[in-house]
């Protein structure tokens, strides 16, 4: 029963992860053949110019559409785990955004944050808010990318609304009859016992979160402005496809590979004290 999956992780994981450290030691530009460079790609990342920002900028965005998308989907997980009218309604409404095909996800954001007629500018003028010019303002357009992405939300959705179902009743039906309240239950109960599956859901978007980026990214900002949503998938997209450094962009993965494995190694730390200090 696991051959299928073991294939299909060899083709299209450990193979490819293979070649691509292959490449990123040479100067391979898609034209003519690679040639052994050693590590000098890994040593021209240090005077990239514009490098190390796209790094940071990357690592932050992670930093800050990791937890939002694991919060919203725990939260409606929550919400929406008991049985009651329209809560089917519910559950296939936080799901639907992640069956939308990119592309038509990024046109649907272009209409709703369009600065002229776009409705979201629209709410924001019926609470006294002023039009926010979403992808030719940097931060604005950071924003975006990031609300974008939280409602893309769906796998996680399903993953966190089947650990809950499968929480105990006779727990809670105790902690009632004790008189404790709800968010006592929550606190000491509910997401201890769920910890174990939102840290893999954290590491899971943690290793996913750039790359689900890319298409809405690259069609609606394509780096802009001023480089504020230049993140490394579309940097390297660049530097790969359009200046033929193949070889170059690899190694740029390469390390925004190990910058995403160190920020997950973070967050298991962080997530199993909480863990084990909750259940103390």
């Known amino acids: ?108 954001w272009l209409f709703l944050l369009n600065p002229v007629y776009g409705p979201v500018n629209g709410l924001l003028g019926l609470v006294g808010i002023s039009p926010v010019s979403w992808f030719s303002d940097g931060t604005a357009a950071f924003a975006a990318i990031v609300i974008m992405l939280s409602f893309t939300m769906g796998e996680a959705f399903i993953v966190a609304l089947a650990a809950r179902q499968e929480l105990p009743g006779e727990l809670y039906a105790l902690a009632r009859l004790e008189g404790a309240s709800a968010w006592y239950v929550l606190r000491t109960v509910t997401l201890p016992l769920m910890a174990p599956v939102l840290l893999l859901l954290a590491i899971r978007d943690t290793a996913v979160t750039l790359q689900a980026s890319f298409t809405v990214t690259y069609l609606l900002t394509d780096g802009g402005p001023d480089r504020a949503t230049l993140f490394l998938p579309i940097y390297s997209f660049d530097k790969g496809f359009e200046q033929l450094q193949y070889g170059y962009a690899t190694a740029m993965m390469l390390l925004g590979f190990t910058t995403c494995l160190a920020l997950a190694g973070i967050q298991y730390l962080v997530v199993r004290r909480w863990h084990f200090g909750m259940s103390d």
């Open 1 to 108: 029963m696991l051959v299928p999956y073991l294939a299909g992780a060899l083709l299209l994981f450990v193979i490819p992860a293979q070649i691509s450290f292959v490449l990123a030691l040479t100067d391979a530009d898609l034209l003519t053949a690679p040639r052994f460079i050693g590590f000098d790609n890994f040593g021209a990342l240090a005077d990239d110019p514009f490098f190390g920002g796209v790094l940071w900028r990357s690592a932050l965005f992670v930093a800050v559409a990791v937890p939002l998308r694991l919060a919203l989907a725990t939260g409606f997980a929550l919400l929406l785990h008991a049985r009651f009218t329209g809560a089917g309604a519910g559950r296939t409404a936080a799901f639907l955004p992640t069956v939308i095909p990119d592309t038509a996800y990024a046109l649907i």
